[in-house]
């Protein structure tokens, strides 16, 4: 399978998790709006899936795969079956007694690690905790997930893992609609919500646990020990669960910053869920296909198809992010009042939200850009450096939210995040070519500032069509000529990049086929 249908394969599946978390916002929002309760849920729920992202992802996805597919190598299925058997009991005790240590320690979390301004009330405090009670078994449920989708991906079996984080949405969006039905009050609704993320981690397990005995491992539950392989898993996942959590890192100081603002949370969060599109769909999917893919070929000695891999990956992402970060820079609010506006989430909200949304647009490239540097280090079994730069980036992030939240409220939160996701990209990328391990493409550095560019002119454009669509995209117009005329300008606005890209030499058409068409030396697992 060629290296653009993997990321495909990963990316079709974010994408569906992405747009029906899109229509989970939009049904959150209109019940709940940025009121108390959606904070209070909202800086409950962060904390559990913060620390998904940041030791289960980051750690697995970074620590557990080129181990994995390294026994896959030596010892072929067997042994590939007995390391993860070691790995899971260890992860699975650990887990239970995480979970049963921060049940009882959550009054002291959200009062101060989660949420410390919610102290000057204490119905939304009380509720924060009841409800981060109730999600955080959630983490237990997608760590084991996380572990399991490393595997998958090992083993060339990308779809599971990628379409199991859509039933998070599908839950979700049933128990909102049920909530409508039933008349709930906006607190009944946040508890409904709650016990439905729970639900959702029972069935994402499920999905990629029967995937896995698909593909041929049947994972028992032994007695944890400290054998060599987990101890070399543990050596090299710390580092890497901070590296791979950095985005994470940042966002619980944010939360905890933001806090003392009433809406400033929830505002936050909704601006991120939008931002999340093209960071999942195109981030993620590189991060996920690239690191098997690389270490396959660093094991493999094959410098030359190493770099080829990073070089082509970074392109990718560029391509299609540039134009993404463009399009939310300028129209962020047209998107923001379309998808949310309506209910309890009124005109002042759209305009907070959507200022945050293109700030976040200025910073989505460079955040891409580091899931694509990074497994240049972990296929390396180097995750201490990138632990040493993602620490830099939250003393960073700190520094400037902690400066400019006092002046401009929550947009001051996006602008700190923004500028330590660039600071992080800068040093990954700066090491990975100080060390020679960057393929010096001449011709890829060549086409970056014609894709800048093409990136440009589209939103040249765009800007220039507002003030004469702007009846149009107003909610006096309604719903259906929004729509349709938000849609009209995206399809415009592409055409004008993908046009302006191939005309300047910013992307080649050969190229794109040369990339489709590339087969790997020894054909994919089925």
């Not at 491992?217 to 996942?237: E, Q, S």
């Not at 014609?450 to 765009?462: D, H």
Request: with cysteine; charged share 15%; glycine share 8%.
């Amino acid at each position: 399978m060629s290296l653009i249908k993997k990321f495909a394969t990963v990316a079709s599946g974010t994408l569906m998790s992405r747009i029906f978390g899109f229509t989970r916002e939009m049904l959150m929002a209109a019940s709940l709006g940025t009121g108390p309760v959606a904070d209070a849920f909202n800086a409950a729920f962060r904390f559990p899936n913060s620390f998904r992202r940041l030791f289960a992802e980051g750690a697995f996805n970074a620590a557990f795969v080129p181990l994995f597919a390294k026994e896959i190598e030596k010892n072929g299925l067997d042994g590939a079956r007995k390391f993860s058997e070691e790995v899971f009991g260890v992860l699975f005790t650990a887990l239970l007694g995480l979970t049963i240590i921060m049940e009882f320690s959550m009054p002291f979390l959200v009062r101060y690690v989660i949420a410390p301004g919610f102290t000057d009330d204490m119905v939304k405090f009380d509720n924060t905790v009841s409800l981060a009670v109730i999600m955080f078994p959630y983490l237990a449920c997608m760590s084991l997930a996380a572990m399991m989708g490393g595997m998958l991906n090992s083993l060339h079996r990308y779809f599971a893992a990628a379409i199991a984080p859509v039933f998070l949405n599908f839950i979700l969006i049933g128990v909102l609609i049920g909530a409508w039905w039933k008349g709930f009050d906006p607190l009944e609704i946040g508890f409904a919500l709650s016990w439905g993320v729970m639900a959702s981690g029972i069935v994402q397990l499920a999905i990629v646990w029967f995937a896995v005995r698909r593909a041929g491992i049947k994972i028992g539950f032994k007695r944890p020990r400290m054998t060599p392989n987990v101890r070399r898993l543990l050596w090299l996942a710390f580092p890497a669960a901070i590296t791979g959590g950095i985005t994470q890192i940042n966002l619980l100081i944010n939360n905890n910053i933001a806090s003392s603002q009433d809406g400033a949370v929830s505002s936050l969060v909704y601006a991120d869920r939008l931002y999340q599109l093209p960071l999942g769909v195109v981030g993620i999917a590189v991060a996920t296909v690239l690191l098997p893919e690389l270490s396959r070929a660093l094991r493999g000695g094959n410098l030359q198809e190493a770099g080829k891999l990073q070089n082509s990956s970074v392109e990718f992402t560029l391509f299609l992010t540039l134009p993404a970060a463009a399009a939310l820079l300028v129209i962020a609010e047209p998107i923001v009042s379309l998808l949310f506006e309506r209910g309890k989430f009124g005109p002042e909200s759209t305009i907070i939200v959507s200022n945050i949304l293109a700030i976040y647009g200025i910073g989505l490239p460079g955040f891409v850009l580091i899931k694509a540097f990074i497994p240049g280090y972990f296929a390396r079994e180097d995750t201490k450096t990138p632990m040493i730069f993602a620490g830099i980036a939250v003393v960073v992030n700190i520094t400037f939210a902690l400066t400019l939240f006092p002046l401009f409220g929550p947009t001051g939160i996006a602008t700190a995040e923004v500028i330590s996701g660039w600071t992080n990209a800068c040093l990954l990328f700066g090491v990975l070519a100080y060390r020679g391990h960057w393929d010096n493409d001449k011709a890829l550095l060549t086409r970056i500032p014609r894709l800048i560019l093409s990136a440009a002119i589209m939103a040249g454009a765009l800007y220039l069509s507002l003030p004469f669509l702007q009846p149009y995209l107003n909610k006096s117009a309604g719903l259906l000529s929004q729509a349709g005329t938000l849609t009209v300008m995206i399809i415009a606005a592409m055409l004008i990049y993908f046009t302006a890209a191939f005309a300047t030499g910013g992307a080649q058409l050969s190229l794109v086929k040369s990339y489709v068409r590339r087969r790997k030396t020894k054909p994919d697992a089925a």
